[in-house]
């Protein structure tokens, strides 16, 4: 299956992911407009630590912890991709602190979570991080 | 005094609309032109910084950057314009020599520019490159004066170590340290693929980068950096350079800050210490010694490498392309006033050496006239812009072209022309790590794959337009170009007519 | 009005070729016949033939060809003649008034050999030292124009359809074992006897049907070694090369046709080793040999005759035998009209030389 992998060594830590990331959820077309003013809540996040950048999303496990300690179903596993019903959620947030990758945040609203399924929504194939990155950091393989 | 010199030639231009305080603009900007006022969120700039690289511009995922000329102005004066007065006004505060990169970005004229090409009409077809092969593989070398029979009269091969090339281009000198590693492995990876040379330049070649010695040109400079017997071994062929069109007269300087440990051990000089290459080189002081080292690399490399020759185009450069040409070089490579540079003085850059049509023009002419031309084959640089101006100097009489400021385009410079500042914000012309990153070869080497192919095709319809199915049915071919708005003089050392002739 | 030489003026063409190869010597009336049948490819601004085999009483001797434009000229250039040549014979070349053929110059013709001292003197070997006579006399004499300079073979060529110079130059009264003939139909109407066609140097001569696009750069190659290119035409220029190829680097006409309508190196590398290392050899030391562009030529050489097409085939060229003859022409019809029961036909494909030479005769060149 193909997953969003991050390649240290190309990442520029320049954090545009976060701001495609976060585009890719408003419903507008612009992305001046969709965000201009507004705190974002990405899904993928770069860490930095001086010339050190790595951008962070869900790893999408085999064997995920969120899934598993998650009280309510919200989280389940769809053809390896692990989704998220936000209608079902009830912000215990229990998966955030299960998630040994800090993949899962809360939402905008602070009353569910939130977390990448690769873009699956905009029909484009590709996660728009993946396609956004200026340096290729941000690939979409199948690593088995 | 004032309060600083004078005001920035680019500004930056916000448009506050579009801005949405990403800070991507400022995380990228080496130079720290921009910074965020975080209490009121918003972005600021220091246009004083700014060299216009257009990294910021481009990274801004809003388009809400964009930087233009300053229309700050000093009182109109036809004489002492604005560039003179700021250089002076540097000058008297710093007392220095101007630097500047890259090639002459003077109003000289661009005698590319006024050449056109011919096409077939009625009393001969075009060919269509889709529908029949169109060739331009080249070969670069020696030709022997005669030809060799074994005993049952069947051809010897007895040429001299030639160059084979799918198309007439390569990637000129740049050498490692003026540019990052992540650059050359750029260039060594899409030369590989296409079947062409790139060119080490004078800083040696990274130990990683020997792989690629089959599609590699290694360069001996004044400075001998990084030159030992498995290096000259390690490339296809080996060139001397004499000098650089951006510079011609002078030798290299590499700032400290750019020899970092891997450039250090490459270059095998010290790290951190500037590395200066000397004006000439101080074992030729005349055309014999330089024949002397062309056999001496000969000898190093047991008459299996063809050596290049490189120069500047400077006025005499026909009379030294002949003495070169008779040296036992196999190749002469002339680099016109346009070629870039890591660093030269400003002066230099702007005032010294020819254009390289007129160059090319005379030294093929004269070559020919001295029966000499099938002796050496001949690579210009310094201005090569487009497949048309490659099929141009392929015209004009070269068998090749070097590409350096083109190939370093399609890497992502935008010709801020900063590059002695070593804070390239593109990854290229940097020994920063956090700035060499930028470059990832992956994309770099298939951008300049792209870029090659690209001008192969239009190269092959500007061919098949003239009913030409072979690149070297081209080469000299003057009577397929005509001037434009040259005055006699200029048309007689090109070598062609005027339009309408 | 600017004529050939001082500038470059594209034309079409048909030719004709036919030759014995058992070296029966036979009219003019064939070749005639079978040029005139093609002759809406020519437009009236030129004809010509060359002719091997016609002066066997003098065939130790070079037969210059000459056209004056007045006898100031000719004056001149006998001087010079003089100066370098023992002239065993000297005459003026029969013509007869012919309607359509116009402008005519005076046209001489001299059997010579090089004055042995001089010749000694200049270092050159006999052909070489003839060929720069000639070179000579084409650019530093006004008004001269050396036609011909084979041995035991001449050049008959004007201004006019190709049926009105035969008649003019009484062609069917010469006796050869080889014709070839030209008919052109040239872009602009330069009028000028010299640039008709065929071309000649020593015993090459030269008819050819084309515009080739390489020509600039062949031209500049070829003068590089000496050559002169007076007139600016294709046919001189690939005259030039194929002497170059032959007689100066040895190259047999079969590998200098390779050279000139070269392989695609796509084929080359489809050969076996031992040929693919000869023609990727000849392709790059001899690059500026490379003729490209449409062309089919008819080479006449002493004892022999080469018909060549460009790499892709961009110009008509047939060839058809019978007994020991061996025609070759720009359209079939132009053999049938003088051959309707031929043994064969066939169509050289583009860049396949066809040689054919006298039974036991003279080799030049090895094939």
């Not at chain 2, 540097?90 to 005698?111: C, K, R, W």
């Not at chain 3, 070729?17 to 009336?29: K, P, T």
Request: proline residues 4%.
């Amino acid at each position: 299956m193909k997953r969003v992998y991050v390649n240290e060594k190309w990442c520029l830590g320049c954090h545009l992911c976060e701001y495609y990331c976060a585009f890719t959820q408003t419903d507008k077309t612009d992305m001046a407009y969709a965000l201009r003013g507004r705190k974002i809540f990405p899904m993928i996040s770069v860490e930095d630590s001086g010339a050190v950048h790595f951008a962070v999303n869900c790893r999408h496990c085999a064997e995920p912890l969120c899934v598993k300690g998650c009280i309510t179903g919200a989280l389940s596993i769809q053809d390896g991709v692990v989704r998220l019903d936000q209608e079902r959620c009830i912000g215990c947030f229990t998966c955030i602190l299960s998630c040994p990758y800090g993949a899962i945040s809360p939402a905008e609203d602070g009353h569910a979570v939130q977390k990448c399924e690769l873009c699956l929504s905009t029909n484009e194939g590709v996660p728009q991080c993946v396609k956004n990155c200026p340096n290729a950091a941000i690939v979409f393989e199948d690593r088995g | 005094m004032a309060a600083f010199d004078f005001y920035p030639d680019y500004e930056v231009v916000r448009n506050l609309d579009r801005c949405i305080v990403c800070r991507v603009c400022e995380r990228q900007c080496a130079n720290g032109v921009h910074s965020c006022l975080e209490e009121k969120n918003v972005m600021l700039a220091d246009d004083s910084q700014c060299v216009d690289c257009q990294r910021c511009v481009l990274l801004c995922p809003t388009r809400a950057l964009k930087i233009v000329k300053s229309d700050n102005t000093y009182k109109q004066n036809d004489n002492w314009g604005k560039k003179a007065i700021n250089e002076l006004i540097i000058q008297a505060s710093t007392g220095s020599v101007l630097l500047s990169s890259m090639g002459n970005p003077e109003t000289y004229p661009i005698y590319f520019d006024k050449l056109v090409i011919n096409a077939s009409q009625v009393t001969n077809p075009s060919i269509d490159p889709l529908r029949e092969p169109m060739e331009t593989r080249v070969y670069l070398g020696a030709k022997p004066a005669a030809v060799e029979r074994d005993d049952r009269g069947r051809i010897k091969n007895n040429l001299p170590p030639q160059l084979k090339l799918s198309m007439p281009m390569m990637f000129s000198a740049m050498s490692y340290g003026s540019i990052s590693y992540n650059a050359h492995e750029s260039l060594a990876r899409a030369a590989a693929e296409l079947g062409i040379y790139y060119n080490t330049g004078e800083g040696g070649l990274h130990e990683d980068f020997y792989r690629y010695g089959a599609n590699t040109i290694v360069q001996v400079a004044s400075g001998r950096f990084g030159v030992h017997k498995d290096y000259l071994n390690a490339g296809s062929a080996i060139e001397i350079k004499m000098g650089q069109g951006a510079k011609p007269g002078i030798g290299g300087h590499l700032p400290g800050r750019k020899i970092v440990a891997d450039v250090s051990r490459t270059r095998m000089t010290p790290e951190g210490a500037d590395a200066i290459s000397p004006a000439p080189h101080h074992d030729i002081y005349s055309i014999e010694d330089l024949s002397q080292l062309v056999y001496s690399l000969k000898e190093a490399t047991e008459y299996k490498k063809p050596v290049i020759v490189k120069i500047a185009a400077v006025h005499n450069v026909a009379a030294i392309a002949s003495g070169i040409a008779r040296s036992g070089a196999d190749i002469i490579s002339i680099d016109g006033f346009r070629g870039g540079t890591g660093a030269a003085p400003t002066r230099i850059r702007d005032n010294v050496g020819i254009p390289i049509e007129l160059a090319l023009a005379s030294v093929d002419s004269r070559l020919r006239n001295e029966g000499i031309r099938d002796r050496v084959s001949v690579v210009v640089s310094g201005g090569i812009r487009s497949s048309a101006d490659v099929v141009k100097a392929i015209a004009l009489g070269a068998d090749c072209v070097y590409l350096g400021t083109a190939a370093l385009l399609a890497l992502g410079c935008h010709l801020c022309r900063a590059c002695q500042a070593g804070k390239c914000n593109w990854g290229i012309a940097t020994q920063e790590l956090e700035l060499v990153k930028r470059l990832n070869p992956d994309i770099g080497y298939k951008r300049l794959i792209n870029l090659m192919r690209a001008w192969k095709h239009e190269i092959e319809e500007m061919m098949g337009g003239m009913g030409i199915n072979s690149i070297e049915s081209l080469k000299g071919n003057r009577l397929m170009l005509r001037g434009v708005g040259l005055n006699e003089k200029e048309l007689e050392v090109l070598g062609v007519k005027h339009a309408g002739q | 009005m600017l004529k050939e030489g001082q500038i470059r003026i594209p034309s079409g063409c048909a030719i004709s070729g036919i030759f014995s190869r058992a070296g029966q010597r036979f009219g003019g009336r064939d070749i005639i016949k079978s040029i005139s049948i093609m002759h809406e490819r020519s437009n009236g601004l030129g004809g010509g033939f060359a002719a091997y085999g016609i002066y066997p009483e003098y065939k130790e001797y070079y037969a210059f060809h000459l056209f004056y434009d007045n006898d100031a000229a000719k004056e001149h250039c006998e001087a010079f003649l003089n100066r370098h040549f023992v002239i065993a014979q000297t005459s003026e070349i029969p013509t007869t008034r012919t309607e359509g053929v116009i402008g005519a110059p005076l046209i001489w013709r001299y059997f010579v050999l090089p004055i042995t001292t001089r010749l000694s003197h200049s270092l050159l070997d006999e052909k070489e030292y003839v060929a720069k006579c000639v070179f000579r006399i084409n650019t530093e004499f006004d008004g001269c124009f050396v036609v011909s300079s084979g041995k035991n073979m001449g050049v008959f060529k004007g201004v006019g359809f190709p049926e009105d110079i035969a008649h003019f130059y009484m062609l069917e009264d010469y006796r050869g074992y080889c014709f070839t003939a030209h008919g052109r139909y040239p872009t602009n109407t330069p009028g000028w006897w010299g640039g008709a066609h065929p071309f000649a140097l020593l015993d090459f001569s030269v008819v050819h049907n084309g515009e080739i696009s390489s020509y600039d750069a062949n031209r500049r190659a070829v003068e590089m070694y000496g050559y002169k290119c007076t007139l600016q035409t294709d046919t001189e220029v690939i005259a030039y090369v194929l002497d170059y190829l032959t007689r100066q680097k040895g190259l047999t006409l079969r590998e200098a046709a390779w050279v000139i309508a070269a392989p695609f190196w796509q084929t080359i590398e489809s050969m076996p080793e031992e040929d693919r290392v000869v023609y990727e050899y000849l392709r790059n030391m001899f690059s500026s040999q490379l003729i490209t562009g449409p062309f089919s030529i008819l080479v006449g050489f002493e004892g022999g005759l080469m018909a060549l097409n460009d790499r892709l085939k961009l110009r008509g060229m047939v060839v058809g035998e019978k007994d020991d003859r061996v025609y070759v022409a720009s359209e079939e019809a132009a053999i049938r009209i003088i051959e309707p029961e031929l043994d064969s036909v066939y169509w050289p494909k583009g860049g396949e030389p066809v040689i054919v030479r006298l039974e036991g005769g003279n080799q030049i060149g090895g094939v």
